[in-house]
């Protein structure tokens, strides 16, 4: 199941309660507000949102079975306060890593199938005048990508940059901060996950 009318045929049947899904360009994103799986500032999963990671993860596996899957933080343009957090950057790649963590010691995803992007504010999918836009924007996305499409070229790349992770462990996990990828190395912009 490669090609879009075929992704967008199989989109219907996905049956995740309160989960936003769309098609977008190849892919298709599945949308879980952030407050369903994290406190405000936290990258600590709620009680609840184990339930529902657990029922995307299983939906994906079903329906998507051997796509690649992107795990994509996103918060609003509001300035974070009382957390430890030096940027929105960091707050979505700790959220991503977590989920990432979830998806791969809980569900039948695969940790090679998996990839991590940390948007920080930079991708809106409302405006962030309002305050229900700024609800919607903090968001984390599930993108299934069929592999034979850009998610290819995108673990390739990361797969190189791991050679230049710090001590060249291949056991380290990319975050992208796809706003910091301005050209020049695939491996620019991206942090290392211990």
């Known amino acids: 199941m490669n090609g879009p009318a075929a992704m ?47 029922q995307v993860a299983g939906e994906i596996d079903r329906v998507f079975p051997r796509h690649f899957v992107g795990i994509e933080g996103h918060v609003d343009t509001e300035p974070l306060s009382q957390t430890s957090w030096g940027s929105p950057h960091q707050l979505t790649s700790a959220r991503a890593t977590t989920v990432f963590d979830f998806f791969t010691t809980r569900t039948p995803l695969r940790q090679g199938q998996l990839f991590l992007v940390a948007h920080g ?39 190189s940059c791991l050679e230049e992770a710090p001590g060249g462990s291949r056991g380290t996990r990319a975050i992208v901060s796809v706003s910091n990828q301005q050209g020049g190395s695939p491996c620019r912009g991206l942090a290392w996950v211990p």
Do not use: C, W, Y
């Open 8 to 54: 967008h045929a199989a989109m219907g049947q996905l049956a995740v309660p309160g989960v936003e899904t769309r098609f977008d360009g190849n892919v298709v994103r599945l949308e879980v507000p952030a407050e369903r799986l994290f406190d405000g500032g936290s990258a600590t999963l709620l009680p609840g949102g184990t339930a529902i990671l657990t």
């Open 121 to 159: 504010a930079n991708h809106p999918v409302v405006s962030n005048a309002t305050a229900a836009g700024r609800i919607r924007n903090r968001r984390m996305e599930f993108v299934s990508t069929p592999s034979g499409s850009a998610a290819s070229s995108f673990t390739k790349n990361t797969t």
